[in-house]
């Protein structure tokens, strides 16, 4: 395992920058572009940034929480670090990708790691179509707003919203309404992951809705289009007694 190369970036929260230079003084380190596992120091943010840097390179992402929630994380320790790499139980992740088509006919691609979330940007609720495998499930929807999340997002926006909490290996996506007005009592549905997910918006002079797919937002939508995207795998490295598994499972237990 030592002949593992090592690479370390941190967020620019100080905490996290003092263990990056600990880390390097301690351990041999390369470039980002040379190593075969990045450790990634900081919170489930800082995460989410190493994951879209790295989606077309060919590394493992270890990382260790210098941050608030840090649930995408392992707890920090600076002590053994190649034994817990070696040690580590492999995850891949597939995000999903969001099309989008604006009011002024433009479009624009992004990916999600979390979730995909539609919001309203006045106070007016929007007015929302549901299409499923090219099939439309909801007519109309009036509600602050809906998101399609990932396993590895159920915990985050989407538990928040009174979503369901997915095991990674469930092979499904959320669709989760915010704050919905009518149909009142509608509070979601369960998807298969291959499920391609179309929201339209109904009223976008009346009602403009924004998309986001994690950090990037796209204003006055007219028509989004969700797919997860197997094409692209991240893989991430959790010590066995703390992998994303047994948190997911822990966190739909927790009081």
């Known amino acids: 395992m030592s002949q593992i ?31 075969d596992v990045v450790v990634v120091l900081g919170g489930d943010g800082k995460m989410l940034e190493a994951l879209r840097y790295y989606i077309d390179k060919p590394v493992k992402v270890f990382g260790m929480n210098k941050g608030t929630v840090g649930f995408l994380m392992n707890e920090f320790s600076s002590d053994n670090l190649l ?20 009011s002024t006919g ?10 995909v979330s539609l919001l309203r940007e006045t106070s007016q609720t929007a007015k929302l179509r549901i299409t499923i495998d090219g099939t439309v499930r909801m007519e109309e929807l009036l509600c602050d707003g809906i998101l399609v999340s990932t396993p590895a997002g159920s915990t985050a926006y989407n538990l928040s919203a009174h979503g369901p909490i997915i095991p990674l290996g469930a092979g499904i996506l959320a669709l989760t309404p915010i704050s919905a ?10 998807l298969q992951h ?6 339209e918006s109904l009223d976008v002079r009346k009602r403009p809705v924004s998309a986001t797919a994690d950090s990037t937002e796209v204003r006055d939508i007219k028509a989004v289009s969700v797919k997860e995207d197997r094409s692209i795998k991240l893989n991430l490295l959790y010590d066995p007694d703390h992998n994303l598994d047994e948190r997911v499972l822990k966190e739909q237990f927790s009081p």
């Not at 690479?7 to 351990?27: G, H, M, P, V």
């Not at 007005?181 to 369960?190: D, E, I, K």
């Not at 291959?194 to 929201?199: F, N, S």
């Open 194 to 199: 291959d499920a391609e997910i179309k929201i």
């Open 83 to 102: 034994k817990r790499i070696e040690a580590a139980t492999l995850v891949t992740l597939h995000p999903l990708r969001m099309h989008v088509e604006t």
């Open 181 to 190: 007005f009518r149909p009142r009592r509608w509070r979601g549905a369960l």
């Open 106 to 115: 433009t479009t624009k691609e992004a990916l999600a790691f979390n979730e």
């Open 5 to 35: 190369k090592l690479a370390f970036i941190a967020s620019q929260d100080e905490t996290a920058l003092q263990a990056k230079r600990a880390l390097e003084n301690k351990y041999p380190h390369v470039p980002e572009n040379d190593a």
